[in-house]
Each structure stands twice: as structure tokens, then as C-alpha cells.
């Protein structure tokens, strides 16, 4: 049996349907109850459902073969696992924002709230700007609008809510996408199932192209 781990959400849904077409369908996954784990046996493959952030601990720990994580995740945790695909589903892009009209000129160590402090780290150390990270679990936006940081470093995906927050993006650091990642032991003795997969998915995000 095949473990699969699905970010909880929309995203989950959308990535469900791509396994879904590529032949590995579980239909008692679409009854709506509170259930979080499928299975087909018939397929070989079991479904379950876990809090996107999560996903990479499943796959790293081995208790997922194969799940879809954020690129944002994989970059912020580093988690020891291959990434297989860019499924170029749930894109978005990490970037620094500040109030409009923000300047920073260099002068005092800069304040920066974040969920993501390994990525705002490396952001400025390779631009040699000193920070100061202030780590925060949501409502990152927050932050400079009370003063509790200069900027922020944040997903930003249609931009709505810097802009009704009457914050802006002052540099875009990477873009981010959903990605098929793969639990390193499990890829080497389930390598012919897993490739199975990840051909029927890649052809899939190839006709979408
Ligand atoms: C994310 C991100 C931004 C927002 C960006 O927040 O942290 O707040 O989405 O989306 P937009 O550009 O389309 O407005 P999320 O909903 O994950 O909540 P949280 O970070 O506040 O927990």
C-alpha cells in the first residue's frame, strides 16, 4: 500500500483529482464526513489527510511514501526528501513587504515578522542586510501596521491583502508552487509505483502547460 499525504484544503482537492486522473482513485474520499484516511486496496494506494505544513514531517519521518507539500515549506524545513514535480498547482510567491512608501536606508537593523524565518534569514544574508526576525504564526500583515517590525516576509498571492492593509511588495525573494515530494527510502523499494505516478502526473501538468 501506497501512503499518500494531501495538504487538508482546496489544494488537497485539486491535487486528489490529478491522482484521481492518473488512475489511483479512492471514491470514498469525495463522501464528505471528517474521516482523514482513504484507502483503495485495489489500487495499492491509501489517501490521508494532513495540515499542508505538516506534509514534509509525514514524508521526511516515512510515515507518508509520497506527499504534496509548498515549495515555501520545503524551503523553509528542509526536509530530507526528493522532490519529484512542480505540480503548478496553489502558486503564489514569497516576497518583503512594508507600508507604501517604505524606504529603508540602511542605517538600523531591520525588523522582520515572518512565518518564515529560515527563508527571511537567507534572504538578507545574501543581500548582507542585518535583521532582526520576529517570528509570528498569521496575521503577518500586522506587524508593521503596529510597529512591531519594519517589514514583513510573506506569501503573497493575489495581493489583496497587502493592498487592503495599505502595504506593499518591496521585493519579490521566490515564487512558490505545490510539489510531488517522495520520502527517500520509500522511493528506492516503491520506485516502480511512485514513477507510475509521477508519469501519469507529469503528463498531466505538461497538457496544462
Ligand atoms: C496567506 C499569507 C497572506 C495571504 C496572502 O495567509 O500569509 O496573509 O495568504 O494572500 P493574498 O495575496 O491572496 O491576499 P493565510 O491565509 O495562509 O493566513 P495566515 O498566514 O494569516 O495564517
Not at 543581500?127 to 512591531?148: H, M, Q, T, V
Request: glycine content about 6%.
Amino acid at each position: 500500500m501506497l501512503n499518500v499525504a494531501l495538504p487538508k484544503g482546496r489544494l488537497g482537492e485539486k491535487v486528489y483529482a490529478m491522482f484521481e486522473k492518473a488512475g489511483f482513485e479512492c471514491p470514498s474520499i469525495r463522501e464528505n464526513n471528517r474521516k482523514l484516511i482513504f484507502e483503495n486496496p485495489e489500487k495499492q494506494v491509501r489517501y490521508f489527510w494532513v495540515k499542508p505544513s505538516d506534509v514534509a514531517i509525514y514524508v521526511e519521518r516515512g510515515a507518508a511514501d509520497i506527499g504534496i507539500a509548498g515549495k515555501d515549506i520545503l524551503l523553509e524545513y528542509q526536509p530530507e526528501v526528493y522532490e519529484l514535480l512542480d505540480l503548478g498547482l496553489g502558486k503564489c510567491r514569497m516576497a518583503v513587504a512594508a507600508p507604501v512608501g517604505f524606504y529603508d536606508d540602511g542605517e538600523r537593523t531591520l525588523r522582520v515578522a515572518t512565518k518564515f524565518p529560515h527563508i527571511a534569514a537567507n534572504h538578507y544574508a545574501r543581500i548582507g542586510r542585518e535583521i532582526d526576525i520576529i517570528k509570528l504564526n498569521g496575521s503577518i500583515e500586522l506587524a508593521p501596521i503596529l510597529g512591531l517590525s519594519n517589514v514583513i516576509v510573506d506569501i503573497v498571492e493575489t495581493g489583496t491583502t497587502l493592498q487592503e492593509n495599505n502595504l506593499a511588495v518591496v521585493e519579490n525573494i521566490v515564487p512558490i508552487s505545490a510539489r510531488l515530494i517522495a520520502n527517500k527510502a520509500a522511493f528506492h523499494f516503491n520506485h516502480i509505483q511512485i514513477e507510475e505516478i509521477l508519469d501519469a502526473l507529469k503528463k498531466q501538468v505538461d497538457s496544462n502547460d
